[in-house]
């Protein structure tokens, strides 16, 4: 749990996908879609200005009747963004979604969104850890006796 988020981007890729704050709800979904991801980072040039997830599409657009046609992502994006370095740990990462109750960071480093982490990644590296290590604890029991 003390692994950084550099090891899981390093595993699934630094990507970054996003939009312009000029973009329709409609094309901030697209966009999400296309690429399989459950959030869209809003980006002004290099500047991060919001994120938008499918949890905001439920709540602020269907909800309101919004036409995702014509209304502007930047209305109703999240823009006080909680992000995370590349240094933060798995165990830190956990503790920020539990206690903000969100699903998706953006990873900056040095002022630069360089990746998104979701609570799918954390789940899976957990995982993953958990199984490496009841394999390799099976492997010392079986071969760490002899008959």
Excluded: Q
């Excluded at 459950?38 to 500047?47: A, D, K, L």
């Amino acid at each position: 749990m003390n692994a950084p988020i550099s090891a899981i981007l390093d595993r699934k890729g630094c990507h970054v996908y996003s939009v312009p704050p000029t973009a329709t709800i409609a094309e901030a979904v697209d966009e999400m879609n296309r690429n399989r991801v459950g959030s869209i980072i809003v980006m002004e040039g290099r500047r991060l200005v919001g994120i938008f997830t499918e949890r905001d599409v439920l709540r602020r657009v269907v909800t309101a009747a919004l036409d995702p046609k014509e209304t502007c992502v930047t209305e109703v994006m999240s823009s006080n963004v909680i992000t995370i370095s590349r240094d933060a740990t798995v165990e830190e990462t956990t503790r920020i979604f539990t206690e903000k109750r969100c699903r998706h960071l953006p990873v900056v480093e040095d002022g630069v969104v360089c990746g998104t982490i979701s609570i799918g990644d954390i789940t899976r590296w957990i995982g993953e850890s958990h199984r490496a290590e009841a394999e390799h604890l099976k492997n010392y029991i079986t071969s760490g006796f002899s008959a």
